[in-house]
């Protein structure tokens, strides 16, 4: 990944953060702060001036999604780097626990980057695909986030993701513009089955081991029996080690962090808390995907609308409120990329319902009112 070192280490308490952070997004700055602590690394990642998402990875190896307006605590270390939205966007899901399909684009290597859907020849993209026979990642994303994702395997393609639901069979439509952006990730062939089963089950469990070797040693016994399986290590660094196993066995490992990927297992000989994401492994077979581009703006609401949404949402309920999002959008199998207005609807009924205080609940209601009626 290449990137732009504007601030590198600076003592917080010398630097004016709200201000740093005000003039970068009247530049519509792309790239992602770094706060260091002592016992923790906390990560905000921006796109064209607006901030996306922050985690923050403690010392223990625990990940928490960071809750906005953020306000830096103590003497941190502030490092500011600009890079390309591709790299963001990367960087910014390869933290997602239990991991999701788009976690895997910080494995690959990009050999196509953020060509607009309006420049792009698609039907000679889809046969070059085919004929070099292509493992990799079809990404679409606009400016803010990934809409969809379709996974090819040998040049045809066997899923389409979202964040929250694979497509593994039938004719499936693919929501975009003209105005959206196209990327290829290629990734290694036996990562494609791992990319399209990992939402199948999304069981999550979360183990301590006292060192390197107490790990090695339990990990196989505690996968479970007939399951494929992810194991993440988020390290303090922030680096993320992860391992795919199949029925019990390791397929492979890499490493991913702000740096980049690297084919490596964790060394560090110390106190580690994994992340053991169980499943079951889909043989992937073939799906027909239509990229028809006038019936996904007719059918879904625009994304600025959701994102707009959204954003009145938490400014009403507070830090909790990403959370809460991300959990409605979850339990109810939507996808803020492929929401028609009837979804919308119930979408802003379900979070209407999470407002408590009657006040705020009224003010939520009156900004995202045109919109629903």
Request: contains cysteine; hydrophobic residues 40%.
């Amino acid at each position: 990944m290449q990137k732009i070192e504007l601030y590198k280490d600076i003592k917080l308490s010398l630097v004016n953060f709200d201000e740093i952070t005000k003039e970068l997004k009247g530049r519509y700055f792309t790239g992602y702060f770094k706060l260091s602590y002592w016992d923790r690394i906390d990560y905000l990642f921006f796109s064209s001036g607006s901030l996306l998402r922050g985690v923050s990875v403690k010392a223990d190896g625990e990940l928490l999604e960071i809750g906005f307006p953020y306000t830096p605590e103590g003497d941190a270390l502030l490092s500011v780097y600009q890079c390309q939205l591709m790299d963001v966007l990367s960087l910014m899901y390869m933290y997602d626990m239990p991991v999701g399909p788009y976690a895997f684009i910080s494995v690959g290597r990009v050999v196509m980057r953020s060509i607009k859907l309006a420049h792009l020849d698609r039907d000679s993209l889809l046969s070059n695909l085919s004929e070099e026979k292509s493992n990799g990642l079809l990404v679409i994303h606009d400016s803010m986030r990934i809409k969809n994702m379709v996974v090819f395997e040998r040049g045809l393609p066997v899923a389409v993701c979202s964040a929250n639901s694979c497509v593994t069979t039938g004719r499936v439509s693919v929501p975009a513009n003209r105005e959206d952006y196209v990327s290829f990730v290629e990734v290694s062939p036996e990562y494609v089955p791992f990319v399209a089963s990992c939402l199948k089950g999304r069981h999550l469990e979360v183990h301590s081991f006292e060192g390197l070797e107490e790990f090695r040693k339990g990990v196989s016994s505690i996968l479970p029996v007939g399951l494929s399986a992810i194991v993440s290590i988020v390290w303090k660094s922030g680096k993320v080690y992860r391992e795919l196993y199949h029925f019990g066995s390791l397929v492979d490992y890499f490493s991913v962090s702000e740096e980049g990927f690297q084919k490596e297992r964790i060394q560090e000989d110390t106190y580690l808390k994994a992340y053991i994401q169980s499943f079951e492994l889909e043989k992937v077979t073939g799906i027909d995907v239509d990229f028809s581009l006038e019936s996904a703006k007719d059918k879904y609401v625009d994304t600025s609308v959701v994102n707009y949404i959204r954003e009145r949402f938490v400014d009403e309920i507070g830090p909790v409120g990403p959370l809460i999002w991300r959990k409605i959008m979850k339990e109810n199998d939507m996808n803020e990329n492929m929401l028609t207005l009837d979804k919308l609807r119930r979408l802003v009924k379900l979070l209407a319902d999470e407002i408590p205080d009657e006040s705020s609940l009224g003010v939520f209601l009156n900004k995202i009112r045109r919109y629903v009626e």
